[in-house]
């Protein structure tokens, strides 16, 4: 059974990733499941989806602890102990990274035993910037060696059906490029074996002291609770704002914000709560004077605006 995990944050396209790849499985003739794991974060926060695939009917259930092979989209992700990126790995498993740094450079950080893959970042634009997974499902396809190029674009076609045909067209050339590049290593990926309920290991469960209802329901009796919970950290973009541009309408960004990151002086000027600013880009669109701008948080000052 092969047994494929996608890693990304919030926004890159992966449960779109694992619903083309399983599509793609179900054209090449499998039995496929595939399926997203995330809580109730947005764009940036960490998150993964599975695929399995196999000839025969596909008992198991879960998240894939043993995978066969792990794509990544954003590299940020591998050294972060959240994102899981590692759990699993053997010499058997394939990692493909997108990634500047040469796949046998990720392989001495990370001092792995299986094969490392670096695939070039993606377009950072239009149609392709909205389904990075869609790109890399090209390159995974290539890997597990027994999908075609047409049935990788045809699984593209009937899962984003809802793209005009210009968009649809540019994605699916997008998709067969990434699947072209993996040309020297088609097939590198094998469908591993059986697992066997002997090797399976209990979760490792915290006992908790008994507690009365009242200290213990779960109810909220204050607020700013989650304060130190700094998920600005998951941002990959930022949204600066400009007060030169600024006409001080004082609630449209600040309203619209999801995470309240947004606050406005007693001067009605906006200030962005970088710690907990997620890095949704919703005030980017309601701000009508196009005072908030995007800017990549490598590029950004720490702290602040620029």
Not at 9 to 33: D, H, P
Not at 137 to 143: F, H, Q, Y
Not at 252 to 275: K, W
Not at 276 to 304: D, F, L, N
Request: contains cysteine.
């Amino acid at each position: 059974m092969y047994r494929i995990r996608f890693h990304g944050r919030g926004g890159q396209g992966m449960k779109t990733a694992s619903r083309i790849l399983g599509r793609a499985f179900f054209l090449a003739g499998f039995e496929v499941q595939d399926a997203p794991r995330y809580g109730a974060e947005r764009r940036g926060a960490p998150l993964f989806a599975y695929v399995r695939a196999d000839s025969k009917t596909i008992n198991e259930r879960g998240v894939i602890t043993r995978p066969d092979l792990v794509a990544v989209a954003d590299d940020s992700l591998v050294g972060l102990p959240l994102a899981g990126v590692t759990q699993g790995l053997d010499e058997r498993t394939v990692l493909l990274v997108v990634s500047h740094e040469d796949g046998a450079v990720w392989r001495q950080r990370l001092n792995l035993a299986g094969v490392v893959i670096s695939l070039p970042p993606m377009a950072e634009t239009g149609v392709v910037a909205r389904f990075h997974g869609a790109e890399m499902v090209g390159a995974v396809a290539r890997l597990v060696g027994c999908i075609t190029v047409e049935q990788l674009r045809e699984a593209i076609f009937l899962e984003l059906a809802f793209l005009d045909a210009g968009e649809m067209a540019v994605l699916q050339e997008a998709a067969s490029a990434a699947y072209q590049s993996m040309a020297e290593h088609e097939g590198l990926v094998h469908p591993g074996g059986p697992i066997v309920a002997a090797d399976y290991l209990p979760p490792r469960w915290l006992d908790l002291p008994f507690e009365p209802a009242r200290a213990s329901a779960p109810a909220i009796h204050a607020p700013a609770t989650s304060v130190g919970v700094q998920t600005g950290l998951w941002r990959t973009m930022r949204p600066v704002i400009d007060y030169d541009c600024c006409n001080r309408c004082w609630w449209l960004c600040s309203t619209f914000c999801p995470e309240s990151a947004i606050t406005v002086d007693e001067e009605r000027l906006p200030t962005i709560d970088y710690d907990h600013c997620k890095g949704c880009m919703v005030c980017v669109a309601q701000c009508p004077t196009h005072a908030i701008v995007v800017q990549p948080e490598e590029e950004s000052v720490p702290g602040g605006n620029p």
